[in-house]
């Protein structure tokens, strides 16, 4: 297991793309609102914690369909699905590679992209918190989406597609921690609600994802 | 194994699953299709007529009081849909029962067309009642993104050749939609309080209907689902057989 | 014959119509399919008796 993280985590950086490209993604999506809603810094102010949360869950979507699809054209899925390790545990590792390779640098840059939509400092940390909190659940449902399209032609927007309405309960919370800590609200019924989400996807998306990789090896 | 077995068994052609239940399941809706047909239009024509022409305005609300005879049924049918959906689903992924891969796959385009005509009517509702065509309303938000979910689930079938290996991946979609689906109804429950709360936007009509609006409507509604019934029996039926021309198709190669 | 709609009587009329609209669709793109599918099959049992 810790084997195979090395491995992956190892290709992740040689591709080089993977988390270069998810947080320079990020970093656009952040640098164009400005242009679209003004220059008001009081109004961005507003919608900062929305458009963080937003551009991280972009940024995720770009990179899920890379998580498998290499494994899948050199046939290492298979070999890993008839490895000794159970396949939801090959899962599992996928997602924290991919936590670690785009959502953990997500994190760590939203401070300084709040910065620059004028988040009120309150804010910093509560974005960080329910980011840190909100992106493993946001690989681990996106390591679905991608079993669910490995190997398809043109898998890249259905995967979009799926896994987009899987997003809508975490954006909400997520975005509504960092909105309310930015204001100064009390967090804690969404804060809890998020770590329930990302906890319970934790513990039960990768036998999903076993599941249907199974049936896409076939 | 028994996974297995069945896959092996599906492969000849004259097997009980590739046919008998198929076939079975034909002779019983071609003979139940045309009542529930007939059924259907006079209950959904009775109850629109009844509720259209002979119900009086509401003192609130006016003569737009006569939609809800379009939006309560579909919206009904449109969670229903779904909720049949889950359940053949299950009985696909358990049992390996191939009908309700296929009813499943019929019934999504009806649900689909059902929360369409529920988020149609609802606006143009809305229009005149709420000044707006769109209010971020939980229910409203809910709707669209049960939407969402019709759409991702039939571009998956669409998608996928093999149409054992599209029924168990849209079947654990479904599953997993589902779960995501009933979160996705609680956090937008949630996230709306927060922004205006108090605003009497409340659906919930079911409770303060009075009797001469309340007849009228189970009529429509009784008509919503046996349309939804004949409309799923029908598709599924037209499924079998696609499925089974492309098994025909199949053979003639082979012997060729 | 027509009930008096008072001022909203295009709005009840256009939900009416959008709604009838979205169903007949709906049946006929149902039916439409389901008549071209069975005569498909029906030719291809027939070529199979042959």
């Not at chain 1, 991919?98 to 760590?108: D, I, K, S």
């Amino acid at each position: 297991m810790r084997a195979l993280l090395i491995r992956d985590l190892r290709l992740a950086m040689r591709a080089g793309g993977g988390f270069g490209l998810g947080l320079a993604f990020f970093l656009i999506v952040v640098v164009l609102v400005p242009f679209a809603v003004g220059p008001d810094t009081s109004a961005l102010a507003v919608i900062a914690p929305g458009i963080l949360w937003l551009g991280a869950l972009l940024s995720c979507l770009l990179s899920l369909d890379r998580i498998l699809a290499l494994d899948w054209e050199d046939g290492s899925l298979d070999l890993l699905a008839t490895s000794p390790l159970p396949l939801e545990a090959v899962m599992g590792v996928k997602a924290v590679v991919h936590w670690l390779t785009t959502g953990v640098p997500l994190v760590l840059a939203a401070p300084v992209l709040g910065i620059l939509l004028n988040l009120p400092s309150q804010g910093i940390i509560w974005i960080m918190l329910s980011l840190g909190l909100g992106t493993p659940a946001l690989s681990i449902i996106g390591v679905f989406g991608a079993a669910l399209t490995v190997g398809f032609k043109r898998g890249g927007l259905l995967l979009s597609l799926l896994v987009m309405p899987l997003y809508v309960p975490t954006l909400i919370f997520g975005a509504e921690v960092a909105r309310r800590g930015s204001q100064g609200m009390a967090v804690e019924t969404p804060f809890v609600m998020l770590a329930g989400i990302t906890a319970g996807s934790l513990a039960l998306m990768p036998i999903a994802c076993a599941a249907v990789v199974r049936v896409n090896l076939r | 194994m028994l996974e297995q077995k069945q896959k092996e068994s599906t492969k000849k052609p004259m097997s009980i699953w590739e046919y008998a239940n198929p076939t079975k399941f034909l002779r019983l809706s071609a003979r139940l299709l045309p009542v529930l047909w007939i059924c259907a239009a006079t209950f959904i024509v009775g109850g629109l007529i009844w509720g259209f022409f002979f119900t009086p305005d509401d003192y609130r609300q006016g003569s737009t009081v006569k939609i809800i005879y379009l939006h309560v049924p579909s919206a009904l049918m449109a969670i229903n849909a779904w909720f049949m959906m889950l359940v053949s689903s299950l009985v696909w992924v358990v049992r390996r029962h191939h009908v309700s891969a296929l009813a499943a796959k019929a019934a999504a385009p009806v649900g689909l067309v059902m929360t369409l005509i529920a988020l149609l009517t609802g606006a143009i509702w809305g229009q005149p009642m709420w000044g707006t065509w769109w209010a971020w309303d939980p229910r409203l938000t809910s709707f669209l993104v049960l939407f969402l979910f019709y759409v991702g689930y039939i571009a998956l079938w669409q998608a996928v050749d093999d149409s054992d290996a599209a029924a168990d991946l849209t079947s654990i979609l479904c599953l997993v939609g589902s779960v995501f689906a009933v979160l996705s109804r609680y956090a937008v429950n949630f996230w709306n309080q927060g922004l205006h709360q108090g605003a009497s936007l409340s659906l919930d009509k079911e409770k303060n209907v009075a009797d001469v609006f309340a007849y009228p409507l189970y009529m429509c509604m009784a008509g919503f689902i046996l349309l939804f019934l004949a409309l799923v029996f029908y598709r599924t039926g037209t499924e079998i057989r696609l499925r089974r021309i492309a098994a025909l198709i199949a053979r003639e190669r082979r012997v060729i | 014959m027509m009930p008096d709609l008072g001022k909203y009587e295009n709005i009840v009329i256009s939900a009416y119509a959008g709604a009838l609209f979205l169903l007949c669709v709906l049946i006929a793109v149902t039916l439409w399919q389901g008549r071209r599918v069975k005569a498909q099959l029906n030719a291809i049992e027939a070529r199979r008796d042959d």
